[in-house]
Every structure is written in C-alpha cells, then in structure tokens.
C-alpha cells in the first residue's frame, strides 16, 4: 500500500508542475492580448476545449463529467490570473 500512495504523491506532484508550466503559458497569452489589444475572454476557445477535452477523456476512460468540472475550474483560474494582470 506505501507503494502505490508513494506513486500517487508522485502523479500528484506531475499535476502540479504541469498546473505551473500552463499558468506561465497563460502570462504568455495574457501580455500577446493585451499587446493586441484583444479580448481577454474567449468562450468559443473555451467551449471548444471543453468539447476536445471530454472526447480525449472519452478515450482514456475517463469520467467526461469530472473532466468538465475540473477544466472548468482550470478555465476559472487561467481568466482570474489574465484579469488581475
């Protein structure tokens, strides 16, 4: 059991290095808007991604519905971070 919890704590700490790596793409996108004075929120880009993601769910046997809440929550933070820039 100590085994299996030790590649969790693992996977889990994947998770949040690849939560890191996406918020400084996010900065990216944030300061490219800004600089082109686009719109800082996109619902069709988010719709769409919400779409692809739960097929890629889909495929990997993964609960769409859990994915959808979770990119959901990602969405909510990636535009928290863009509009307190």
């Known amino acids: 059991m100590k085994k299996l919890r030790t590649k969790i704590d693992q996977l889990d700490q994947n998770l949040l290095k690849l939560l890191a790596k996406r918020k400084k ?3 990216e996108i944030c300061k490219f808007k800004r600089e082109q004075g686009l719109e800082l929120e996109d ?3 988010e719709r769409e991604m919400l779409v692809k993601r739960k097929e890629v769910a889909q ?3 993964l609960n ?3 994915i959808e809440e979770l990119f ?3 969405i909510k933070e990636s535009k928290r971070i863009q ?3």
């Open 83 to 85: 509009f307190r820039r």
């Open 25 to 27: 793409v996010v900065l």
């Open 64 to 66: 769409e519905g859990f």
């Open 43 to 45: 619902k069709k880009r």
């Open 72 to 74: 959901q929550l990602i």
């Open 59 to 61: 495929d990997l046997g």
